[in-house]
C-alpha cells in the first residue's frame, strides 16, 4: 500500500495516539490537530487520503458537518448504476483524473475502472 497523509482530529492524546500509531505502522504520515480550526486548515493544505474526526472536537460544527454530509446523501429513488457512475466521477475529479489513483482508492483494478468509464461514459 502507497503511503498517505492521514489526519487524525482529536482533542485527547489518549484517544489520538493510538489511532496514529495503527497509521505510522502502515507506513502513513500522521498529521495530529486537536481542534476544529487546525482541522480544517489541514483538509486545505493537504492531500491527506484520511480524516479522522472526533465528533467531540472542541469548535466543530456539527450542524455543518450534517450538511456537509448529507450533500452527498444518496436519493432513495436513484439507481446502482447511478450511485456508482456518480462516485466514480466524483473519485475521479478528487484525483485529478489519475486513473491509477482513482482505481486504487476505489478497490479495483485500472482495467475495471477503465471499463466503467466507458460503460456510464464519465469524461
Known amino acids: 500500500m502507497d503511503s498517505s497523509d492521514v489526519i487524525i482530529a482529536c482533542s485527547r492524546d489518549e484517544d ?28 486545505l493544505s493537504t492531500q491527506a487520503r484520511y480524516l479522522v474526526l472526533d465528533l467531540r472536537l472542541p469548535g466543530l460544527d456539527h450542524d455543518f458537518l450534517n450538511r456537509a454530509l448529507g ?22 475529479r478528487s484525483t485529478g483524473s489519475n486513473r491509477s489513483r482513482a482505481a486504487r482508492i476505489l478497490g479495483v483494478s485500472r482495467s475495471t475502472l477503465h471499463a466503467k468509464i466507458r460503460k456510464y461514459q464519465i469524461e
Open 16 to 43: 489520538r495516539s493510538p489511532l496514529a500509531d495503527l497509521f505510522r505502522n502502515r507506513g502513513d504520515r500522521v498529521i495530529p490537530v486537536e481542534d476544529a480550526a487546525t482541522a480544517g486548515a489541514a483538509v
Open 71 to 92: 450533500s452527498e446523501a444518496v436519493a432513495a429513488s436513484e439507481s446502482l448504476e447511478t450511485v456508482e457512475r456518480n462516485h466514480i466521477a466524483r473519485v475521479l
